[in-house]
């Protein structure tokens, strides 16, 4: 268990549709990653937070957002869902921003029907 | 060109034998390399971590990296049916926290 917690496990939804994601980080990391894992692309990163900035965004759709809290957790928003958004999204936490270890949750798996 | 390539090949090996993974990477930028061990349903877990060219000893496992060939390696010696997992390759820049990732490796130990 890395300590990272992620809800919901499963989440089945329609085209069209919104969801939220949350994750946990571990006690003491400051840093969020999201990351999406699909058959094709592989894991892929999508966006990092930092104490709640924003600090690095990657191919992340306009159609997706992301916030961290000042508690700390993290929450990605996924909104005018379609198919091809299918996939497993996993948050990672770390201490700090530089070459720091990044600890995977267990991942939300997202099915787009 | 994608920054990392790793054949998604599944691996299917006898236990005891000798698992031989590795990526190409195409951005010179990449100073920190590591592996990573994602068993079925989990999130991926670090497994071998690695920022200079050469070779890094962690029990059963060494990672290889030649940073002018743009190339690392993972051995596993005396592989063990828990070993069965996929093996994700990632790196990243300096002063950066993106993590590129490789495809994966599908990795199966037949006792």
């Known amino acids: 268990d890395s300590g990272v917690t992620q809800t919901p496990k499963h989440l089945i939804t329609a085209t069209g549709q919104r969801v939220t994601l949350r994750c946990s980080p571990r006690?003491?990391?400051?840093?969020v990653y999201w990351y999406q894992q699909s058959l094709d692309q592989g894991l892929q990163f999508l966006i990092h937070y930092y104490n709640g900035e924003e600090r690095a965004k990657g191919n992340i759709l306009e159609r997706f957002s992301a916030q961290q809290f000042p508690d700390l957790h993290s929450e990605l928003n996924l909104s005018s869902l379609e198919l091809g958004d299918s996939a497993l999204y996993f948050c990672?936490?770390?201490?700090?921003?530089?070459?720091?270890?990044?600890?995977f949750g267990p991942g939300t798996r997202l099915t787009v029907l | 060109q994608k920054e990392v390539e790793q054949d998604p090949g599944p691996l299917s090996v006898p236990e005891g034998a000798i698992v031989s993974l590795n990526c190409t990477y195409s951005n010179s930028a990449f100073q920190y390399f590591m592996w990573y061990r994602q068993y079925s349903r989990k999130g991926p877990e670090l497994l071998m971590y690695t920022y200079s060219s050469g070779n890094k000893e962690d029990g059963r496992f060494t990672a290889q990296v030649d940073k002018s060939s743009k190339y690392i390696s993972l051995f596993i010696r005396d592989s063990q049916p828990s070993d069965s997992a996929t093996y994700l390759c990632a790196m990243t820049e300096y002063g950066n926290n993106r993590l590129a990732f490789g495809k994966g490796n599908q990795v199966v130990v037949i006792p």
């Open positions: 990672a936490s770390s201490v700090g921003t530089v070459r720091d270890e990044q600890f």
């Open positions: 006690s003491g990391d400051l840093s």
